[in-house]
């Protein structure tokens, strides 16, 4: 998705009129300035000039520099520095350099040049490999080994090959023909550049490509070129000096260089670029072959249009369902062509990997970036677009047949074969689904997935579609609200006759932009209630309240209130993840919840409910992953059905360990922490023990919170994707399931449950370590297939909640109690789990005491 923040640059008069106007990022030039005086204006800028000394204005610039070559989350494999030449005629390079030095340092690295620069041309200087990164520099002009700064540094081009010796104030030293400083760099021309990332480059403005109004790409929220199309002739023709082939120099990094996506030229003097097609731009790949590369002539209609660019399609496409014939146009603002002109378009070939540095295992789409587009005609009529679903296209069934690990790196491609393959294919195009069916709400960030026609399995009792081990639902298709808002659906509903869009790339899913909002048709569906319990079952769930505040606004406060009193008929026993301190801010030493404990029990009370208690461990401040809320897990309980057994004096630090209270297991602290110097618990939140009393018996009761968000997505580059929580919740549950072993090693009749966020995928490693050898019951697996989920992911049903018990119980059963997930108005995007805890029928054994 593209998004770019506006901010006002800062405007400064220090020369003429002109300099002062040329500031601005439009370069607007009011008619009552006249020629005579823009010329004189225009030469007494460019004389006045305070980098280097030459006698001679400089017509060769630094035009762009890229510092991140080779991290993690780049695109390209090395940095780079792209010189501009300005002027009419060749510049002879050969035995100049460009230099490097980071912050406050005056060590400069020297990269010596040579060759000639022709007049308009581009030339690309290669800089430091790193180990990561999918593509490489097309060929370039002249390659060094400079590390250039991947966020801040300083770059000069000097007119001879002797290493600098400044730290500040370098602009002025003799040779010195032009000077880049950005980020946190201490010299400059005039103010800084921005600082770069792995994922961006610093810019030169262009005067043929100027931006509109005052706007500027923002570097963490949609990295990009400089925006614009043809239309600054006018400019270049009325002012002498200046040329459609050269960049803005203002003596002020700030003014003239803005945060884009890493373009190198072609190199070898490229300006004029090859002539290609959009399929020749795509090619059979992940990564376009001509990635890099400048291309010109580019004939498309446009399909779609942003707010950062548009998308065009190729007239008069190739015919091969391999290669794409859409293609994004990045100018980073409000592009000048409407949907239906015909355009040629210029520009460089990059990939753009959506989420910078955190979404590394994004995969790239391929774009024109720096474009200069022509509108040859306009209303023409949009492409046909093709068909996903039945009687169209239908994607494989399975995301990789093959296990390629990074899937840019020359892995086959075989869009009949892997779903992945087969939406890259369709990247950038017009994509129809008719009647589609609604298999997941409508998300608070603005997608919707659907089922193209209502065709594929397995599905749930309600309408969704349920994730298997061997079937991930590669026929889901995931609307977005980028170019027209959806409508508020739940699952089930229907979306009424074609839905048109294009298909992009981001979060991890191709995605389908919606040109028009479609209408729905309601499946009527509603909250489900959980069964009536009898008064001898113990009754327990978890409620995750991550995305509740109880202490600011209230509705859903309410909500989450009237889904434990009336969904799931006021349990005995609530493990409560994700409650935050009180406060919220970041790190500090107020860590307690009472305020929000207390809201919570309120609001529960006002809908009706009991008058719960709580027990919980406040966390030591920054650790357990809890972020700055200080979250954790705790208890309520209805002290009107249940007792807790408090003992010893729980800490955060201090695990609770199995001892033997009157011959049977006890908790040394209750409530109390499990294993809190494990690694397995490392930057997680640690499960929580309780021991209650209920109808004279003692019962063990497990919160748990696994990690979760942490594997890599299923349409990501790296195939099969890693499963890096997984691992984690796998160990987790190895230690979890060692406290459960201790307590029935003491007692095989031991009443244990454990309750919460598994957060895992139905069998898959970490349920299995609880359930394995039956040392915990899984009563879920009673449930029907089609009624075993409690969440929804994009679509995707699955079961990340659970009530296990050990042995004794066995007559336990659950009801998913379907009454969030699959509601576009929701406090949880998690059903909540109710277990309905059986005892044998008669106690084995006295009682322990109650408090030591």
């Known amino acids: 998705m593209r998004h770019v923040r506006t901010t006002r640059p800062q405007r400064h008069v220090r020369r003429s009129e002109l300099a002062q106007l040329l500031r601005k990022p439009s370069f607007y030039l009011p008619s009552a300035v006249p020629a005579l005086l823009v010329a004189i204006a225009l030469t007494a ?24 070559g080779g991290e993690p989350g780049s695109i390209w494999t090395a940095d780079f520095v792209e010189l501009t030449n300005r002027g009419d005629e060749p510049v002879d390079v050969t035995g100049w350099s460009v230099q490097f030095a980071p912050p406050r340092e005056r060590s400069w690295g020297v990269t010596r040049l040579s060759g000639r620069i022709p007049a308009g041309g581009r030339y690309l200087i290669a800089e430091a490999k790193g180990v990561n990164g999918s593509t490489r520099l097309p060929q370039a002009d002249v390659a060094g080994s400079l590390d250039l700064g991947s966020t801040s540094g300083k ?13 500040a104030s370098c602009t002025t030293v003799d040779g010195v023909r032009d000077f880049v400083g950005y980020g946190s760099a201490d010299d400059s021309e005039g103010r800084p550049a921005p600082a770069l990332s792995s994922t961006t480059a610093v810019v030169r403005r262009d005067v043929k490509v100027p931006t509109t109004g005052e706007s500027t790409s923002s570097i963490e929220d949609d990295p990009g070129g400089p925006a614009g199309v043809e239309g600054s002739q006018d400019l270049a023709d009325d002012v002498p000096g200046l040329t459609n082939s050269g960049g803005v120099d203002t003596d002020d990094n700030a003014v003239d260089f803005v945060v884009a996506t890493p373009a190198p030229p072609g190199g070898q003097g490229d300006s004029a670029g090859r002539t290609a097609r959009i399929a020749d731009i795509q090619g059979r790949s992940h990564i376009s072959p001509l990635a890099g590369r400048l291309v010109a002539a580019v004939p498309g209609l446009v399909t779609a249009v942003g707010r950062t660019g548009f998308w065009m399609q190729d007239p008069e496409p190739d015919r091969d369902p391999a290669t794409s014939d859409g293609l994004f146009v990045f100018t980073g603002a409000a592009p000048r062509v409407q949907s239906g002109d015909t355009v040629r378009v210029a520009g460089t070939v990059t990939e753009y990997r959506p989420g910078g540095t955190a979404g590394a295992n994004n995969l790239t789409t391929t774009e024109l970036v720096r474009p200069t587009v022509s509108v040859i005609s306009g209303a023409a009529r949009r492409p046909v677009p093709a068909l996903i679903g039945p009687g169209g296209r239908i994607p494989p069934t399975q995301v990789r047949t093959d296990a390629p690990g990074d899937v840019e790196n020359d892995a086959p491609f075989a869009p009949t074969a892997n779903a992945l393959d087969f939406y890259e294919s369709l990247e950038g195009m017009l994509v129809r689904v008719v009647d589609p069916v609604v298999v997941g709400p409508t998300s608070l960030t603005g997608q919707l997935p659907v089922l193209p026609g209502g065709a594929g399995s397995p599905r749930t009792k309600r309408g969704g579609l349920r994730y298997t081990p061997t079937d991930p639902n590669t026929e889901r298709v995931l609307l977005d609200d980028l ?14 006759g074609p839905v048109d869009g294009v298909l992009d790339y981001g979060f991890g899913d191709y995605r389908l932009e919606v040109l028009t909002t479609p209408e729905s048709t309601s499946s009527r569906i509603t909250p489900e209630t959980a069964r009536p319990a009898a008064p001898t079952d113990l009754t327990v769930s978890s409620i995750d309240i991550s995305s509740v505040s109880l202490t600011g606004t209230a509705s859903r406060g309410r909500q989450l209130a009237t889904t434990v009193v009336r969904g799931l008929r006021s349990p005995d026993v609530l493990a409560v993840e994700e409650m935050p301190d009180d406060d919220g801010r970041a790190y500090d030493s107020q860590v307690g919840a009472d305020d929000g404990w207390r809201a919570l029990v309120g609001a529960i009370r006002a809908a009706g409910g009991p008058r719960y208690s709580f027990r919980q461990i406040d966390p030591v401040s920054g650790r357990d992953g809890s972020g700055p809320e200080n979250r954790r897990l705790g208890f309520l309980y209805n002290p009107a059905r249940v007792t807790f057994v408090d ?31 494990s690694p397995a618990f490392i930057d997680a939140r640690k499960s929580l023990a309780g021991e209650f009393r209920f109808r004279g018996r003692t019962v063990f009761v497990v919160a748990n919170h696994f990690v979760s968000g942490r594997d890599e997505s299923l349409f990501g580059r790296h195939q099969p994707p ?16 060692a406290f459960v072993d201790t307590l029935l090693n003491s007692d095989p009749d031991a009443a244990v449950v454990v309750a919460g966020g598994i957060a895992d995928r139905e069998n898959t490693p970490t349920l299995g370590v ?51 997930s699959e509601f576009a108005a929701r406090w949880s ?9 059986r005892f044998p029928a008669a106690p084995r054994g006295p009682a322990p005491p109650a408090t030591p």
């Open 722 to 737: 890693q499963r890096i929580s997984e691992e984690q919740r796998g160990s987790q549950a190895s230690v979890v399931r």
């Open 45 to 68: 800028t460019a004389t006045s000039s305070t980098v280097g000394t030459s006698s001679r204005p400089a017509d060769v610039v630094i035009s762009q520099v890229y510092g991140g």
């Open 829 to 837: 995007d998690h059903d909540p789990v109710l277990g309905y805890v």
């Open 155 to 167: 770059v000069a081009l000097v007119h001879n090959t002797t290493p600098l010796r400044c730290v």
């Open 770 to 820: 609880l359930t394995a050898g039956g040392g915990l019951l899984d009563p879920a697996a009673k449930l029907t297939p089609a009624d075993r989920y409690s969440a929804l992911l994009e679509g995707n049903a699955m079961l990340l909640d659970h009530v296990l018990v050990s042995r004794a119980l066995s007559g336990t059963a659950v009801d998913v109690v379907h009454a969030q």
């Open 647 to 677: 003992r010893g004096a729980p800490d955060a630090t201090t695990a609770t360990q199995v001892t033997s209270v009157g011959g049977k297991p006890a908790l040394s602290l209750s409530p109390g922490r499990i294993a809190t110097t």
């Open 483 to 496: 170019l027209a808002p959806l409508p508020v659906a739940n699952v089930g509903d229907r979306l009424r």
